[in-house]
Structure formats: C-alpha cells, structure tokens
C-alpha cells in the first residue's frame, strides 16, 4: 500500500476538485483504502487559514468554512493528521537550513513517517534530498 504526505496545495487542489491526475490517483486510492494520504498538522491549518473568506485555488473559488473543510478532509475524506512529534521536531531542526519552515515540516513528516512520497507541486522540495514527489 503506498503512502503519501500531502502538502497545503495539495489539500486545497483536493477540496476544489482541481487535482492533476497522478495526485488526484493518490488520493482516490486513499478514498478506496487502498493507499493512504496524511497531512502534517500546520499543513491542515494553512489550509482553514487560506479558506478563511474563501479562496481561489487552481482558478476555482472554493467557498467552504474551515469546520467544513475539516470534515470533507479528515472525517469523511481520506486524509489523516500527521501531528509533528518529537522526532519530527529534531528532523526540522536538520533541515533548517535547506528548506523554510513550511517545507522543512513538510520534509520531516514525510522522512519520520516513513511515507513513499509527498503530494507537491514544489519543485524545491523534489530538489533538495532527492525527496520523492507526485503531482502531474
């Protein structure tokens, strides 16, 4: 079962049905059980911040509150909490100084949860590590 680390982008392009087709694959498996999307904590939060007023993402306004976006994620979406632990917190202490806050979190998820690649658009973060991405 391959699993994934999905980013901001990611969790925005999926509420506004905007996804390309190898994340929006990612994702349908998750929705199927068949792979799995996780999503560190900060990441959920830029998302309800980002919504908050609504937001244009991918050239489609999404009008959602952020209690909504919760439950069409992580109640009754496929995308679980990956919540930054201690071992996640020294892994963003290593990467400091190749990536900024939000992609160095979003780094050390992916490196300390074990997944198989992260759901970007980032071109930055395929770059530095050699860190497996999937988006187009």
């Not at 509420?15 to 999307?37: I, K, S």
């Not at 100084?97 to 395929?126: C, K, Q, Y």
């Amino acid at each position: 079962m391959k699993r994934y680390t999905a980013d901001t982008n990611a969790l925005l392009s999926y509420l506004a049905d905007t996804l390309p087709a190898e994340a929006d694959t990612a994702f349908r498996q998750a929705e199927r059980g068949t792979a799995t999307v996780s999503a560190p904590d900060v990441m959920f939060g830029e998302v309800f911040y980002r919504l908050g007023g609504g937001a244009v993402v991918n050239g489609t306004r999404v009008e959602l509150a952020p209690q909504r976006a919760w439950r069409a994620l992580a109640v009754d979406g496929p995308v679980s909490v990956a919540s930054i632990d201690r071992a996640g917190v020294r892994e963003v202490s290593t990467l400091a100084g190749e990536f900024n806050l939000h992609d160095a979190m979003l780094v050390a998820s992916h490196t300390v949860g074990g997944t198989d690649a992260i759901l970007t658009r980032d071109p930055d973060i395929a770059d530095m590590r050699s860190v497996s991405t999937v988006w187009d």
